[in-house]
């Protein structure tokens, strides 16, 4: 087993990320936080978390960029929402978890060939294409890009869907795909004002 | 200038407050100001003029100077004023020839500008130099003191209050609305972090307030109305029915005996509906006063009129059972008066995701005080609701405290108490015991050594927050278990603990009716609704409204320790203030010209001190010095403008408006 250092030196602490992190919406009260735990005691993924939520909001507001974007407990946060309706301090967990997720797609640093981030990502980029999710093909491209040995296993389920009419082939669009760009343009630049 | 007097040589003084003021305010620009005005003779500024040598300087100019009028630009009058009069005084003038000028609080403070703020404090230092032309030489009227206290709540604070001041000579009314005296701490059984029996050490105190000659004691009483000043209260006390006559009874209880409830059926209050009581009983073998009660709501005699009425029969030729009692109404006159009405616990029902009220096996703190309690409804002996021995127990700290969805507040025993139920029920029942708590508090002489004593006994201490308690088992060791959910924080995992028995550990409250004795008594109360301190560090037990104090856990969640020394801290000041023997009233009070006074009446009905009073043979109003509190109503109402008010004269006010605008 390879031993790991545990130690963390202050320069490996970014001040401007923990900025960041208590200036985005959500995120405004992370410093308020008395690492009670409730937020993960509450949480249904905790049990799978690398991090638990309670020990992510710390190491976020201290200013541990790397080893928080790329954890995995920020892309098993289902958005439930039980941590911030638990908040004894009101801080928005959730929120913080949505932000951090935006943060570490826009640096491409997310666990690589984990399949949430991935799926997050050409959900999003369908979206943008054609208005409208054809499943069979989003699969098929979370699956390329994160397990393709996988894919095999799931052949079966995948053929039973087609032919009982519940997964098409055919990649489904939006008549007026302009329109959406231009409102998606729109909120991207938005966000870069917001940001 | 004014003519009434002569020559004016008014001194200014300009204070720095260390950095305070200097940094934000150019104290020397705002002297050097000053002195050019007309009729003052020195002005100057100075670090500290509240210290000793700042004083002396405003002395010392009065006598060589024979100066007249005194200017202090400082901090707020609230602090300082009395110091500032003194050192007039000391020179040897009246000392309301003298203002004050808050440019702290007022002014650097809350500016930032250095520019601006100068500018403001200039203005501010005008104006009083102008205002102060025209003040008067004036006497403080003085009143003497009642001898006598009122102290309402008689738990412990209350009643080492009493005994402090009945032991000093002092005649003491006690005030308490439950059948008993003892608060809260009557209910438990040791106490941290001694663990000496509770009983033992109170109940001696409480039979000492019974059998104490300066001590009045009346239970099942509330205070109704609150009227006069400092030193001269006067107070109305409402007694509520007890239905047994307290002078007649003699302590042995074989009405309670003979009652026709032959089992006692009624949930008992003192033990928190753990027990049952009959219509007629005793809160506790130990209550003071020694007496029963009958509860009207149960009494059958109460609800049909038809009772035998054993227990009349029992008392015999005692006559002491009174089912015709009336409520009882006493006023008395106090010269001091001690707040010491203590808290009430938290709710539970209110965090639902613990399951109090739903699952039996969860309790609270106080009901785990009873169910140990020797004298409770157990005899001490840990039994579940459903009548098992439990041998597994979770405490939950923090339960309506620390919580922005609750009380924000820690309420600073609740560690110390949970730490003692986890020793006193690990000892009784030998149940494995964990404490899930977020901090431990355990800040007082010898805490931190009875927590560590608590980790050498074996409790498991986990640090987390619970998020909820289910009886959904996951585990087959789960099924039949109340099952804990907590992040373990320090080592980072998720733990779920399945229990026999949970404990609530609530927070302390403010009384649900907190809010109405600050009104009847006129002090102030905190957001939260703990009663006000004068100051937080150095008056803790004043409060705004001279002659009342507060003492113990109404001020702030405390334990028996902090509670005593308030107590005897409150006794102390309330000696202070009896054995001065006068109060010095402000004399800022109101007065009538009689010559324009047309006798309208306008003013009497609005004096919310019921100060003014018809003259019937002169046809004109007259406002009684002592008890008028210069609120300035009367002289605003008056239709004729025949009502003055001392320091606050039309002419003195209109000049330092004048003084303000002077620039601008
Ligand atoms: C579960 C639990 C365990 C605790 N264990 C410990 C311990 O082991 N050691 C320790 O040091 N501290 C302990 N504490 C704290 C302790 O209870 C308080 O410090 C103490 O009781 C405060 O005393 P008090 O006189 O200020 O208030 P209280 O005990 O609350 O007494 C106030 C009295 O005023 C009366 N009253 C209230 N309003 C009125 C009114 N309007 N008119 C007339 N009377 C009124 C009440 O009936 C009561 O008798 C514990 C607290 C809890 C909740
Ligand atoms: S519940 Fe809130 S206060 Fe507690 S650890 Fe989580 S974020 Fe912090
Ligand atoms: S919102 Fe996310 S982090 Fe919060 S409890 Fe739900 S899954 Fe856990
Ligand atoms: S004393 Fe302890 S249990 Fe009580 S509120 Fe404070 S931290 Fe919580
Ligand atoms: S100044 Fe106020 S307190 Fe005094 S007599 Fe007038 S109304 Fe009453």
Request: proline share 5%.
């Amino acid at each position: 087993m390879a031993v790991k250092r545990m130690i963390k030196y202050e320069v490996e602490r970014d001040p401007q990320f923990a900025g960041w992190v208590a200036g985005v919406i959500g995120g405004e009260r992370v410093r308020n936080c008395i690492q009670c735990g409730l937020c993960s005691a509450s949480c249904p993924l905790s049990p799978y978390m690398d991090y638990t939520p309670r020990r992510l909001i710390h190491m976020a507001r201290e200013g541990f960029k790397r080893d928080v974007l790329g954890s995995f407990t920020i892309w098993l946060c289902t958005s439930c929402y039980s941590c911030t309706v638990e908040c004894p301090r009101r801080i928005r967990v959730t929120d913080v978890m949505y932000a951090l997720k935006r943060r570490a797609i826009e640096d491409g640093v997310y666990p690589k060939r984990f399949p949430i981030p991935v799926l997050a990502s050409e959900f999003g980029a369908m979206i943008r294409r054609k208005g409208r999710v054809t499943e069979s093909w989003l699969i098929l491209r979370v699956f390329l890009k994160t397990a393709i040995i996988r894919l095999l296993g799931m052949s079966k389920l995948g053929s039973k869907l087609f032919f009982s009419g519940r997964m098409g082939l055919v990649p489904e669009s939006i008549r007026d795909r302009k329109q959406l760009q231009t409102l998606l343009d729109a909120v991207e630049t938005h966000k870069e004002v917001a940001a | 200038m004014d003519a009434r007097n002569g020559d004016l040589r008014i001194g200014v003084y300009v204070c720095h407050c260390g950095t305070n003021i200097a940094a934000t305010v150019d104290v020397k620009a705002v002297a050097e100001y000053a002195a050019a005005l007309p009729g003052v003779v020195v002005s100057r500024e100075y670090k500290y003029m509240c210290s000793d040598p700042g004083q002396e300087l405003i002395r010392q100019d009065i006598v060589e100077l024979k100066l007249n009028r005194i200017v202090v630009a400082s901090c707020s009058p609230l602090l300082h004023e009395e110091t500032f009069r003194g050192a007039v005084a000391k020179g040897g003038l009246n000392p309301f020839c003298f203002q004050m000028v808050n440019i702290r609080e007022h002014d650097s403070w809350v500016h930032q500008d250095r520019q601006r703020a100068t500018e403001k404090a200039i203005a501010l230092v005008r104006a009083a130099i102008r205002r102060v032309a025209l003040h008067k030489p004036l006497e403080k009227k003085r009143v003497p003191i009642h001898p006598d206290v009122l102290i309402v709540g008689g738990g412990i604070a209350g009643i080492h209050a009493a005994l402090t001041l009945a032991n000093a000579g002092k005649h003491v009314y006690l005030v308490e609305r439950e059948p008993t005296i003892g608060g809260n701490m009557a209910k438990f059984d040791k106490t941290f972090p001694t663990l000496d029996c509770a009983a033992c050490i109170l109940t001696p105190k409480m039979t000492a307030v019974k059998k104490h000659p300066n001590i009045t004691l009346w239970t099942l009483s509330e205070v109704t109305e609150v009227q006069g000043y400092v030193g001269n209260f006067e107070i109305a006390v409402t007694r509520k029915p007890r239905y047994i006559n307290e002078d007649l009874c003699v302590g042995c209880l074989e009405c309670i005996e003979a009652c026709v409830y032959k089992q006692a059926k009624v949930p008992d209050e003192f033990n928190l509906g753990l027990g049952k009581r009959r219509p007629i009983y005793i809160s506790f073998p130990q209550a003071v006063p020694q007496i029963p009660v009958i509860d009207p709501e149960t009494c059958i005699d109460f609800k049909t009129g038809r009772c035998k009425k054993t227990c009349i029969e029992a008392c015999g030729d005692r006559h002491a059972v009174d089912l015709k009692q009336q409520p009882k109404q006493e006023t008395i006159k106090v010269g001091a008066i001690i707040l010491a009405t203590g808290y009430q616990t938290f709710d539970a029902r209110k965090v639902p995701d613990y399951g109090y009220g739903v699952y039996p096996n969860v309790y609270t703190a106080p009901e785990v005080e009873r169910l140990i309690n020797a004298s409770g409804p157990t005899g001490g002996e840990v039994i579940l609701r459903d009548g098992r021995k439990p041998q597994s127990i979770g405490i939950i700290h923090c339960v309506g405290s620390r919580d922005e969805n609750t009380n924000k507040w820690c309420s600073r025993v609740c560690c110390m108490y949970s730490l003692k139920l986890a020793h006193l029920l690990k000892e009784r029942t030998g149940a494995e015991v964990y404490n899930f708590y977020i901090d431990m508090r355990a800040a007082g002489k010898a805490y931190e050594e009875f927590y560590h004593k608590l980790l050498e006994e074996g409790v498991h201490m986990i640090r987390g927050r619970v998020a909820e308690v289910t009886d959904w088992a996951v585990t087959p060791e789960e099924e039949g278990k109340l099952v804990m959910r907590a992040e373990d924080t320090l080592i980072s995992f998720v733990r779920r603990v399945p229990v026999d028995m949970v404990v609530l550990s609530v927070g302390l409250v403010p009384h649900e009716d907190a809010k109405d004795v600050r009104r009847l008594f006129n002090i102030s109360c905190s957001s939260e609704g703990w009663f006000l301190e004068r100051h937080p560090k150095l008056a803790p037990v004043n409060t705004f409204t001279d002659g009342i104090f507060i003492a113990g856990a109404c001020q702030a969640p405390k334990d028996i320790p902090d509670a005593v020394g308030q107590a005897g801290s409150a006794a102390a000041e309330a000696m202070v203030l009896i054995d001065t023997g006068y109060v010095e009233m402000e004399p800022n009070t109101a007065y009538i010209l009689e010559e324009e006074c047309s006798g309208c009446k306008t003013c009497i009905p609005l004096c919310p001190y019921s100060a003014i009073t018809f003259l019937a043979d002169k046809k004109i109003a007259h406002i009684n010095e002592v008890l008028c509190k210069g609120c300035g109503t009367c002289v605003a109402a008056c239709p004729s403008g025949s009502i003055k008010q001392n320091l606050f004269e039309d002419e003195e006010i209109f000049e330092e408006i004048r003084g303000v605008l002077a620039n601008a």
